[in-house]
C-alpha cells in the first residue's frame, strides 16, 4: 500500500522534473504555445454549486467545493488545491429489496449511502493559447480523508379497499421501527486528469470551464457508530473508485 501512495505522489514530480519547464531547449516563440505571463499567479474558486443552484431548484447532492492556486511557467501553470466533495443519492433512499410480506402487506427494507470527503491536489497543467481563449491539460495527485456514511430502514406497504398497495405507518411492528447505520473512515488517494477550456476576460479574470475524471483509492481506516440488527453489512475493506468527470466552472484572479 505504501508503494502506491509513493507511485501518486511522484507522478506529477516526475513529469515536471523533465526538460518541459526549461526555455532552453525549446524556441517557445516559434511553437504555438503560451508566453510566459506578466501576471503569473492565480488564485481562484469554483463556482459550479452556484451555478447549478441557480439552474436547478432541486436539493444537489454532488457537490465540490474547491479554491485552487496556481504559478504560471510559460507553457505550463503548476497548481494545487483544497477541495470538499459531497456525494449521495437525491432520493432517501439508493435502493431496496422486501424482506417480508403477508396477504395484505410487504416490508421493504431501504438501503442509503452519503459520501463527504476534503482532500489535497498538487499538479500541473499543459497550455495552448488561441487569442481569447486557451486550452490546456492537466493532472494531480490526490491525498485526502474522507468519510462514508450508510443505512438502513424499513417500510410496509399495505393493500387498501382498491387493491392499491399505499405506504403506512405502524409504530407497533417491530420490523418497521428497526434501523440499521455506521460510519466508515477512509484515508483517500488517487489522480485526476483534467481537460479545460479558459475564456480570458480582461486582464485581470479568467474563466476555467473543464471536465475532470479522477481515480480514487480508498483505504479503510476504522469504523464507527455501528448498529446493524439484521446483519446487512459485511467487513470493510479497501476499495477502488472511478467517476469519468466533475464539470468544474473556475473564476480566478491573476496578479
Do not use: C
Request: no cysteine.
Amino acid at each position: 500500500m505504501n508503494k502506491i501512495l509513493i507511485f501518486l505522489f511522484f507522478i506529477p514530480f516526475s513529469i515536471l522534473s523533465q526538460d518541459s519547464f526549461s526555455d532552453t531547449t525549446t524556441n517557445l516563440d516559434s511553437l504555438d504555445f503560451v508566453k510566459k505571463e506578466k501576471s503569473p499567479n492565480y488564485i481562484g474558486v469554483n463556482i459550479t454549486p452556484l451555478v447549478s443552484g441557480v439552474i436547478n431548484t432541486r436539493n444537489n447532492y454532488n457537490i465540490k467545493l474547491s479554491a485552487l492556486y496556481k504559478r504560471n511557467f510559460g507553457y505550463k501553470n503548476l497548481r494545487i488545491s483544497l477541495n470538499h466533495l459531497t456525494e449521495g443519492s437525491s432520493s432517501s433512499y439508493d435502493y431496496n429489496v422486501p424482506v417480508k410480506s403477508n396477504d395484505t402487506s410487504i416490508w421493504f427494507r431501504y438501503f442509503n449511502d452519503n459520501y463527504t470527503y476534503s482532500d489535497f491536489r498538487i499538479g500541473f497543467e499543459e497550455l495552448r493559447g488561441y487569442s481569447d481563449t486557451r486550452v490546456h491539460i492537466g493532472i494531480d495527485a490526490i491525498i485526502g480523508y474522507g468519510n462514508r456514511k450508510s443505512n438502513y430502514f424499513h417500510n410496509i406497504l399495505s393493500i387498501d379497499s382498491s387493491s392499491i398497495y399505499k405506504s403506512i405507518s405502524n409504530t407497533n411492528d417491530v420490523l418497521a421501527n428497526a434501523t440499521g447505520s455506521r460510519t466508515n473512515n477512509y484515508l483517500v488517494t488517487g489522480i485526476d486528469i483534467s481537460f479545460g477550456l479558459d475564456w480570458v476576460m480582461n486582464e485581470v479574470f479568467l474563466m476555467t470551464f473543464q471536465i475532470t475524471p479522477q481515480f480514487n483509492y480508498f483505504i479503510f481506516l476504522n469504523e464507527k457508530d455501528k448498529t446493524d440488527p439484521y446483519n446487512e453489512y459485511v467487513r470493510s475493506t479497501d476499495y477502488a473508485d472511478f467517476k469519468l468527470g466533475y464539470f468544474d466552472i473556475n473564476l480566478i484572479y491573476r496578479f
